[in-house]
């Protein structure tokens, strides 16, 4: 690998399920992992506001089997304003009836994947929020391959679904990864082009992600009101009053607006096993970043 920059996990698991958007009520995977779901594992074992990763590519080294799974599931959500009543007043809501012959239970089919293992290789980055030399990314390349190797990670994995567990492991060379799981599978290298179609890539947009974002501390915040009220001297007690409800609505809590979910699709190929994710060159975009 010739940028340094690269990392490479092994991870593998006994079902996967990385569901195709356009189905809109039973769950149907694709056939392989997606890049969204690879970016989705790297951050359950590290992320930093000042850090992200870029998918560079994914190895498929088992395709698995597919599987027909039948659940139990509900036919509504619980909103946030029930949350909130729920917490003042429980007394108020209603609880969601789920199991099987619930009233607000329900039975669907998922189309899953069964056995498979990938390499996943990704590029690791700085976010404009990294304060140099304090964040380096030799320190975040460090701290990815200690914690991949002793298999420590903030959440477990999962492979597209949280239910899912996820197992991984740490490898210095993917393409050797490959060869060498191809010796223990028994298994003949994967040869030739296999195209997939339109596949998700990711439901944030890759430059937003390279931004960065952190919520402010509460020393910040305490800032950001004392320069507010210092900007009110002078103005009527009525437009004090107004623009201190304007402020309270709309203060700002972050370091930058929370991203908003936007769909990328890119067309899939799958080339001696390997499928393409770099942003780069997958997507009519600039990866952005540092």
Not at 127 to 147: F, V
Not at 189 to 205: H, I, N, R, S, T
Request: aromatic share 8%; charged share 25%; proline share 7%.
């Amino acid at each position: 690998m010739n940028n340094p920059n690269l990392i490479t996990l092994r991870v593998w698991g006994d079902f996967a399920c990385f569901t195709r958007p356009e189905m809109k009520v039973e769950r149907v995977s694709y056939p392989v992992m997606t890049p969204s779901a690879a970016r989705g594992i790297l951050e359950a074992v590290f992320w930093e506001p000042q850090m992200h990763y870029l998918i560079d590519s994914i190895r498929v080294v088992k395709r698995g089997r597919w599987i027909s799974i039948r659940r139990n599931e509900v036919t509504k959500v619980i909103s946030l304003d029930s949350a909130k009543t729920w917490m003042h007043s429980p007394e108020k809501t209603s609880p969601i009836q789920a199991g099987g012959g619930a009233e607000d239970g329900t039975q669907r089919n998922m189309l899953a994947l069964q056995d498979v293992e990938y390499l996943i290789t990704a590029e690791v980055r700085l976010t404009p929020l990294a304060q140099q030399p304090r964040d380096n990314l030799a320190k975040y390349l460090r701290e990815i391959e200690g914690r991949a190797r002793a298999g420590k990670c903030f959440h477990r994995p999962g492979l597209g679904m949280r239910e899912f567990a996820a197992d991984f492991e740490w490898e210095t060379d993917p393409d050797t990864a490959l060869a060498r799981r191809a010796a223990e599978l028994q298994q003949p290298a994967p040869l030739g082009e296999e195209p997939l179609g339109l596949m998700l890539y990711d439901v944030f947009d890759p430059n937003a992600r390279g931004i960065g974002f952190r919520w402010l501390t509460t020393d910040e915040l305490a800032q950001q009101a004392d320069v507010f009220e210092q900007s009110l001297a002078g103005a009527k007690k009525g437009e004090q009053t107004k623009r201190r409800k304007e402020f309270a609505a709309d203060r700002p809590r972050a370091t930058s607006a929370p991203l908003k979910p936007q769909p990328i699709f890119f067309d899939a190929r799958l080339r001696d096993g390997r499928l393409d994710c770099h942003p780069s060159r997958v997507l009519s975009l600039n990866s952005g970043g540092n």
